[in-house]
């Protein structure tokens, strides 16, 4: 008898020319761009490297620049604080006040050394109110003397003490108000 054969493995088709072409080319291209991609990480790598040791000295002079910065901060606000302050000295120093210039003088003038005078406000239609406080009693009573006396003279007018209180240390502490009526002299 005689032996057939059967094939069982199929007849490869030829392929397109365009698939043959990228059978060739896919693993050159492939390797190509496997070789571009080590090429360029080792090259990001060296770059970051040798730009690590320039970014670390450009950290540590912002650390110590601001370090710096933070020792000057308070001195700055002192600055400031000043500027502030002598800007608004400035502003009332360009405003009117010579009813405030002529009454301070008035009442200083009859300030002891056994009274301190602890608050004073004046405003520009001359009403005053201060507080003090007196060490004893005659320092007290020669105070208010002096006060009526100037009420006397047209100096002061509606003098009022008000909250008048005896310390434990025997001193007394009041607060007075009063109004300030400009002299002739002063108007001119």
Same mark, same amino acid.
């Given at each position: 008898?005689?032996?057939?054969?059967?094939?069982?493995?199929?007849?490869?088709? =030829?392929?397109?020319?365009?698939?043959?072409?990228?059978?060739?080319?896919?693993?050159?291209?492939?390797?190509?761009?496997?070789?571009?991609?080590?090429?360029?990480?080792?090259?990001?790598?060296?770059?970051?490297?040798?730009?690590?040791?320039?970014?670390?000295?450009?950290?540590?002079?912002?650390?110590?620049?601001?370090?710096?910065?933070?020792?000057?901060?308070?001195?700055?606000?002192?600055? !400031?604080?000043?500027?502030?302050?002598?800007?608004?000295?400035?502003?009332?120093?360009?405003?009117?006040?010579?009813?405030?210039? =002529?009454?301070?003088?008035?009442?200083?003038?009859? =300030?002891?050394?056994?009274?301190?005078?602890?608050? !004073?406000?004046?405003?520009?239609?001359?009403?005053?109110?201060?507080?003090?406080?007196?060490?004893?009693?005659?320092?007290?009573?020669?105070?208010?003397?002096?006060?009526?006396?100037?009420?006397?003279?047209?100096?002061?007018?509606? $003098?009022?003490?008000?909250? $008048?209180?005896?310390?434990?240390?025997?001193?007394?502490?009041?607060?007075?108000?009063?109004?300030?009526?400009?002299?002739?002299?002063?108007?001119?």
């Amino acid at each position: 008898m005689s032996k057939k054969t059967i094939n069982l493995i199929i007849e490869k088709d =030829d392929d397109l020319p365009v698939l043959k072409r990228l059978k060739k080319f896919a693993p050159v291209t492939a390797a190509v761009c496997l070789i571009l991609f080590v090429l360029l990480y080792s090259i990001s790598l060296i770059y970051l490297k040798l730009n690590t040791s320039e970014y670390n000295k450009l950290k540590a002079e912002v650390t110590s620049s601001e370090k710096k910065i933070t020792s000057y901060q308070a001195t700055e606000g002192l600055y !400031l604080a000043t500027f502030n302050i002598l800007d608004v000295i400035n502003k009332i120093l360009a405003k009117n006040f010579s009813t405030v210039a =002529d009454t301070l003088p008035e009442v200083y003038g009859i =300030d002891s050394d056994e009274i301190d005078i602890k608050t !004073l406000t004046v405003d520009r239609n001359g009403q005053m109110s201060f507080s003090l406080t007196a060490y004893s009693l005659t320092a007290l009573e020669v105070f208010v003397g002096e006060l009526l006396n100037k009420q006397i003279d047209a100096v002061f007018s509606d $003098i009022k003490a008000q909250g $008048i209180l005896r310390d434990k240390d025997g001193s007394y502490t009041m607060t007075i108000s009063l109004k300030y009526r400009k002299s002739p002299a002063a108007t001119s």
